[in-house]
């Protein structure tokens, strides 16, 4: 998929993955549209990039509000043109330092699921419709290892990363013919303010720089339409173009 | 779209006051005017109603949360936004006291605007601050017309309308509407004033089960204007001029469908005028325009073969153009059918398919 002139709504667009995604894209010629819930770090991504000379929009909601989906969709088509493709990159851990389930308030699970795997099914639906009109688009959901691996004290993050997977999955099943494809991307431990929070004692040393990470996640973008629709890619393992794409679904 | 209720015939169709939540059980009524015939269906039919080689046209134009309350001077007021105008600024529709449980044709006029009067939009309350809007035009047809300018614009003035506005109100409706009671399953740019609800009821499943019985899919975005507005010159004027984008797609996809002798099939009124506005000069041509176009009995499509729509009485401005689909005689004996059938009328109501060769 060619992203010079493609509208880009990305979820959790302030910071880390996100933010360094919506630069990387924009650098390559995107519309971007960066959605989060925290307005002074949006404002100074925003205007990072259009003094770059991209183009980049800004929207404050909370993916975990169905109040704020529709709001989403419409102001990024309104602003950036039809979605040709959307990145779930916003979630929560819930409350950190993170807790054994035993200890996790059923309330905390609950906005964990509702951020993490009911946001981006709401804003799918309110997106991929208008994709399969057109005949094509693509959806990128962001996970990680702890949708596989059972980790004491990740309970809902795992769970969410777990089930939104799997949502992909289906999603590709269903949306099989209609040019709009599914990818799942595991972008691996990175130095954001996301793992500070939940590994304060990790190593920054042993940590991915989103900058880097995001070069591949824009590459595996633009090599959407090779790789089969619903698969789950482990970032750090994908090679581009010349062997075929390792898709590990 | 909200249909024109220019008199207040055919009352006797029911109105369906909330989204129902079967929408493919909701009832479809088809008129074959080659046949001079009808017969009751369910929307879950319309697949089968449809052959191998037609051409389903809908719009995608998403609704605008086009409603905005506020003051002005320190009366209430209400802004119905129409569409964006010439340099940043909107035009927009203007009503005063009350709120959307009153009929349109009920609530009091607003204050008389001029150009340099301020609008101020605080409500709801506490989501800070104040939207505000300069009148810098005030149309010919009627002061209730005017071009706004808004303090802001770009990413602001579309999370401040996200923020303070919602969907155009009716009042026959239960309770407050929602962006995603009038949002369509395909809806993309915000650009209609009120829902393209012709295409309301259509689910992802029927729209694939058509695919798959070799119907085709195609979209125009028509940006829908206002319904009835309550001030009789206004309304008299409806539809005002409204903006439409053809994408090269569905020009090849008509071209495609009437060659290989099949029909194109417009959900909706709106469909209709852009496809039909675009194809003004002759052949359908592909981009952004804008229409003008009446269309009535004496109309002869170039481009639309048949239409999905809803249960429109005689007196509405769409009653007229369905009389350039089948004669006027005809949609009279339907209409007495659906009033004796209890069909039910308006946004969130039942729908009928008028296209020769479909019984």
Known sequence: MEIRGRSVLITGGSRGLGAALGRTLARQGARVMLVARGGEELTRVVDEIRAQGGEAHGFLADVGSKDDIHRIAGAAAALAGPIDVLVHNASTLGPTPL??????????????????????????????????????????????????????????YGVSKAALDHLARIWAAELEGTGVRMLTVD???????????????????TLADPAEVVERVAAIIGAAEDIPSGSRIEVSRWAPAASGPRAVA | MGARRVRAEGGRVKTAAWPRDETEAERLLVVDPAR?????????????RLRRGDLLVVNDAATLPGSLEGRVAGSPIEVRLVGPAEQGTWTAALFGAGNWRWRTEDRPAPPVLVPGSTLVFDRPAGAAPPLRAEVVGVSEVSPRLVRLRF????????????????????????????????????????????PPSAGRPLT??????????????????????????????????LPLPEVFDIPAATVTAVQRAHAAGGRVVAVGTTVVRALEGAAEGGALRAGEGRTTLRIDGRFRPRVVDGILTGVHPPGESHFELLQAFAPEAL??????????????????GDSSLILPRSL
């Open chain 1, 99 to 156: 807790r054994l389930l035993l200890d996790t308030e059923c309330e905390d699970f609950g906005r964990v699921l509702d951020v993490n795997l009911v946001g981006p099914f709401r804003l799918t639906r309110a997106v991929a419709g208008g994709m399969a009109l057109r005949g094509g688009g693509l959806v990128v959901n962001v996970t990680s290892d702890a949708s596989v691996n059972a980790y004491p004290t990740w309970g809902a």
């Open chain 2, 151 to 194: 303090d802001r614009d770009g990413d602001a003035l579309w999370s401040a309308l996200y923020r303070r506005g919602r969907p155009v109100q009716y009042s026959y409706v239960r309770a407050p509407l929602a962006l995603w009671h009038v949002q369509t399953a395909y809806a993309s740019r915000p650009w209609a004033a009120e």
């Open chain 1, 187 to 205: 972008p691996g431990e990175m130095r954001t303010a996301m793992h500070a929070e939940a590994m304060p004692d990790a190593d920054p040393a």
């Open chain 2, 331 to 348: 949609l009279r004996r339907a209409l007495a059918h659906a009033e004796r059938e209890g069909y039910l009328a308006h946004e969130f």
């Open chain 2, 204 to 237: 992802w499943r029927v729209l694939g089960e058509a695919r798959r019985r070799g119907v085709a899919l195609a979209a125009v975005t028509h940006a829908a204007g206002l319904s009835s507005v309550g001030d009789p010159r206004l309304d008299a004027a």
């Open chain 2, 36 to 48: 001079g015939a009808l017969a009751d269906f369910a929307i879950r039919d319309l697949p089968g």
